[in-house]
């Protein structure tokens, strides 16, 4: 099955098998594994991308659904070498360990402040409750979301 | 002529530096082993057993050999040399032949084109079983008659530990009987790599895993292959915490590879996560503890059983652990303690963080607690009072020759402000997202909460015990960069598990080479073992064996300069900023030194220690860290559910390499003793996992997760690389001993095991009872390992 999808701003094409999830296709077909395989059933958020805007877990999307729509992941965030503010702050505060939770969380995390430059704690852990992290105990998480809401406001 | 190393490099030992694949890893750019891809590669599966226990009759691959894009299926009878691995006695068959001994043992491979082939070809493999009876109870395994796990029985290895006067009297006895569910590592990375086959007959095999070389040693004989024809490559490793220190997909992917001339890429679900790797051990705890009126402690016995599932893997030095730690970090002057790993057919549990020494604390503390109650004291000033300190003598007749600021732990606890109650609203209701189970979970308006403290202390040795003499290599290399700088290159096999070993052996090189451009080569079997990513260790091995070789480049570079400086004759020559010193004052740039380049490879080996004589004495453990921990929950007595408002959590450290990569080892380890605490258990019926999904086992998440008040207590641990010790796991062993001290407080209930459940706070479960007084003695040869007597040669021993 040809599925045909613009990802980070560029069509692709992927000849597919049916019952394969979007997750699948930008892993295995699209040579973007930065969406992770942690759980694949919708469960830990470290697959979370967009799809037209809107925070999805890739691995409860079919990559049938996916077709003809627009897909954003980790890899699209910037454009060059740079960091995004918020990948720039997990580094800086220490939110990284393994790191397989953290392209999932960094989605999340560029979601919330798209939407909420300014969350509370509450609102923070609320946004984030869907991303499982197994080695930080999330207090550095929370910590990097402050620092790059704050650098984000300037 | 004394040679002082280098105490200046910018982003050295001591410094919060940002971790070296910390940029990769948030571009989503870190290549895990579930990421690997090669051209033409087949995706492996595997086909597990559905037993606990059963004999094969027969297998038929011939429809799954015929399916779709099907290359290769495999059998037992396929695998060329040795049928059997193991960590460390290899009795575990690479895919069972004759019979299963749990559910979810491998028994056949496949590899296709798509893993969905593999899968679906994997279902029409016809394996008839026959089952056979299967023992899935600890205490049953050591009755007569039970169904035996192996022929040798179900005594995995039996520590009797014999110190002072067993019968002293003591004025106050308590009694308690603890359990401990088994948990799971639940790394987010899951068992993967890519096995490619090499022309020269061998495999170079990528893959996320703890231990490289203890691999190799497991793979190349059952490929029945030269260890230097198996080369192993460390893939990016999505947690570990244990669960990779057995192998689990490396044999496996090697036997497809070399069969079918391809590279085969193995990647396990979650679902598979769970049956494919060791898990935590269960334990049932017997504790007597007796004490003097004044609150000092004269005597425990313990009866220690442990569930090691169906085969070895580090259950003997698991039980060894949990029996040297079963009385806490307190002064015991008498002990009777008695451990018993046994088999049985749930699945293998092994390595964890904490490695026995959790179930151990979730024990003696609730045994502190008890006994405080019983004198009238306070729970911290009983624990101060029978505090170990430098020189205290241990069960095990070891003495403390380190640091051990158990007392300052505690003091550090104690002292820490009290987590303000939730503000409320005009009509006094607090935001129910504060409220224990949160908006989702609590129905209630917080009518039955009631808020408790509680306290524990804890210990674990750091590197492996029992006479095993480990040891780390490191190669270090100083040349010059294209910009005519100084650059370091390092070499070792150390296993970046997330724990940030790779930044910590950079910060190393670092400070003793003074210079700050440091390469970290990419972790592989062509250079020298740096042991395990395990037990605490990798800081102080690895972080010795890199220092160790910097010391010698050094060595060599000032032997340099001497001979092309004579008038630096009698002038102390250090290094650092990229400059040699004489006495203080720079003298010339150290690139002037550096037209060959200089390499050294160094192995770090920590001090001897001794195997256990026959009443369990000896100087078992190289040394020790300790913490403390203070937790405050809240619970809502009538839904049973509860919150942990804040940990605070002291821990013993030597000297932080890394102090912000330290805080997030003692907050990331408090999450996972939480999670013991209140909600990880795989459930298990008749041997068979029942829960194996994020959906069905909990794992914290930001909203199950307090504020975690860490403190780091830093006195330099004598005779160790920079005083630092390993971080890793005093954390998660405080961590469930204090939240279920404080449920305890706050419910007055018994709470004996854990995971606490709901039913267990409303008064509708537990606590549960012994089901016998205390367990009779297996049989045994002696204190060693029951495989080491039948034959069963250890492959790396452990501790």
């Not at chain 1, 942690?38 to 805007?53: F, H, K, P, R, T």
């Not at chain 2, 998440?701 to 504020?707: G, N, S």
Request: charged content about 20%; some cysteine; hydrophobic content about 40%.
């Amino acid at each position: 099955m040809l599925v045909r999808v613009k990802v980070n701003g560029e069509w692709r094409e992927a000849d597919v098998w049916p019952g394969s999830s979007l997750l699948f296709v930008l892993r295995e077909h699209l040579g973007l594994p930065g969406s992770k395989n942690a759980c694949e059933q919708g469960e830990c958020g470290s697959c979370s991308v967009w799809l037209d805007g809107e925070l999805v877990c890739a691995c409860l999307v079919l990559a049938a659904q996916a077709h003809g729509r627009e897909v954003r992941t980790v890899e699209g965030l910037t454009s060059d070498d740079r960091l995004h503010p918020v990948q720039e702050a997990f580094v800086d505060a220490g939110a990284v360990q393994c790191g397989f939770c953290t392209p999932g969380l960094v989605v999340a995390v560029v979601d919330l402040l798209e939407t909420n430059p300014s969350p509370t704690e509450a609102e923070v852990r609320e946004a984030l409750s869907g991303n499982l992290c197994r080695c930080t105990g999330y207090q550095k998480i929370l910590d990097a979301v402050f620092l790059a809401a704050e650098r984000m406001r300037g | 002529m004394s040679e002082r190393v280098a105490e200046r490099a910018r982003l050295g030992v001591g410094e919060s530096v940002r971790r070296v694949d910390g940029v990769p890893k948030v571009k989503g750019a870190f290549a895990y082993g579930s990421d690997l891809w090669a051209e033409g590669m087949l995706w492996g599966h595997t086909l597990r057993s559905p037993h606990p226990s059963a004999r094969i009759v027969s297998v038929d691959i011939s429809e799954a050999l015929a399916a779709p894009g099907v290359h290769a299926v495999l059998l037992a009878s396929d695998i060329p040399g040795r049928k059997t691995f193991g960590l460390d006695y290899p009795d575990q068959p690479v895919l069972a032949w004759d019979r299963v001994r749990y559910a979810g043992e491998p028994v056949a491979l496949v590899a296709a084109e798509h893993p969905e082939q593999a899968r679906r070809a994997a279902e029409r493999i016809r394996v008839v079983y026959e089952p056979l009876p299967a023992v899935t109870d600890m205490e049953e395994a050591l009755e007569p008659g039970a169904p035996q796990v192996h022929e040798f029985g179900n005594v995995v290895r039996h520590v009797r530990i014999v110190h002072g006067h067993p019968d002293a009297r003591a004025d106050v006895w308590v009694e308690g009987y603890y359990e401990t569910g088994m948990q799971d590592q639940a790394p987010l990375g899951p068992e993967a790599g890519l096995a490619v086959p090499a022309e020269d007959g061998g495999v170079d095999l990528y893959v996320a895993t703890q231990w490289l070389h203890v691999d190799r040693q497991q793979i190349a004989p059952v490929l029945g292959l030269p260890e230097e024809k198996v080369r192993l490559h460390l893939a990016g490793v999505g947690g570990a915490f244990g669960s990779r220190e057995d192998v689990h997909m490396q044999i496996h992917a090697c036997l497809l590879a070399l069969h079918t001339g391809k590279p085969v890429k193995m990647s396990y679900g979650r679902e598979e996560s769970f049956f494919g790797h060791v898990h935590r051990h269960p334990a049932r705890i017997w504790m007597r503890t007796g004490a003097t009126r004044d609150g000092r402690l004269v005597a425990v016995r313990c009866r220690f059983l442990i569930d090691g599932g169906a085969y070895t893997s580090s259950s003997p030095f698991v039980i060894a652990n949990a029996s040297t730690f079963a009385c806490g970090p307190y002064e015991v002057p008498n002990a009777f303690i008695e451990g018993t790993a046994v088999y049985t057919n749930n699945p293998p549990c092994g390595a964890m963080r904490g490695f026995g020494a959790v179930q151990a604390a979730f024990a003696h503390e609730a045994q502190m607690d008890k006994l405080a109650r019983e004198l009238g004291l306070d729970p911290v000033e009983l624990r101060l009072r029978n505090a170990v300190g430098t020189g205290s003598v241990l069960p095990t007749g070891q003495v403390i020759r380190g640091t051990a600021p158990v007392r300052e732990l505690l003091e550090r606890v104690r002292a820490a402000p009290l987590p303000q109650p939730e503000p409320v609203d005009a009509r006094g209701r607090r935001d129910p997202i504060t409220l224990p189970g949160g908006v989702a979970g609590n129905v209630g308006r917080g009518e039955g909460l009631r808020r408790g403290v509680g306290y524990a202390a804890g210990y674990k040795n750091v590197g492996y015990s029992e006479g095993f003499d480990d040891y780390s290599t490191a190669r270090v290399r100083l040349s010059l960069g294209s910009d005519g700088r100084p650059v370091a290159e390092v070499h070792t096999a150390a296993a970046e598990v997330g724990q940030g070993v790779h930044t910590v052996v950079v910060q190393v090189a670092r400070t003793v080479l003074g210079v700050e451009d440091v390469v970290l080569h990419p972790p592989d079997t062509l250079v020298g073992s740096a042991g395990s990513s395990s037990a605490s260790r990798q800081t102080m091995m690895t972080g010795g064996a890199v220092e160790a070789a910097c010391r010698a480049v050094l060595e060599e570079l000032v032997a340099r300069a001497r001979q092309a400086r004579p008038d630096l004759e009698g002038a102390e020559l250090t290094v650092a900023d990229g400059e040699l010193m004489a006495d203080g004052v720079p003298v010339a740039p150290v690139a002037e030194f550096l037209g060959e380049p200089i390499e050294a490879t160094r192995e770090y080996h920590h001090r001897p220690t001794t195997t256990f004589d026959e009443e369990g004495q000896g100087d078992i453990h190289v040394t020790f860290t300790f913490a403390a921990a203070r937790a405050v929950v809240e619970v809502d007595e009538e839904l049973g559910l509860v919150r942990v408002v804040e940990l605070a959590v002291a821990q013993d450290v030597g000297r932080a390499i890394n102090p912000q990569m330290v805080e997030g080892q003692v907050e990331g380890g408090s999450a996972m003793g939480l999670g013991l605490a209140l909600m990880e258990e795989l459930q298990l019926d008749g041997g068979r996992i029942r829960n194996a999904s994020f959906t069905d086992y909990l794992i914290p998440t930001i909203l199950d997760m307090p504020p975690v008040r860490s403190s780091l207590v830093e006195e330099p641990e004598p005779g160790v690389p920079f005083g630092a010790k390993g971080v890793g796991e005093p954390s998660t062993i405080v961590a469930p001993a204090a939240v279920v001290a404080a449920l305890r407080a706050a419910t007055g209930r018994e709470l004996n095991r854990i995971p606490v459940r709901p039913d267990d706070l409303v008064g509708l479960s537990g606590p549960v009872r012994p089901r016998q007084p205390w367990p009779p003695s297996p049989r045994v040869p002696g204190q060693r390992p029951v495989p080491e007597y039948v034959g069963l040669g250890a492959v790396a021993r452990h501790g």
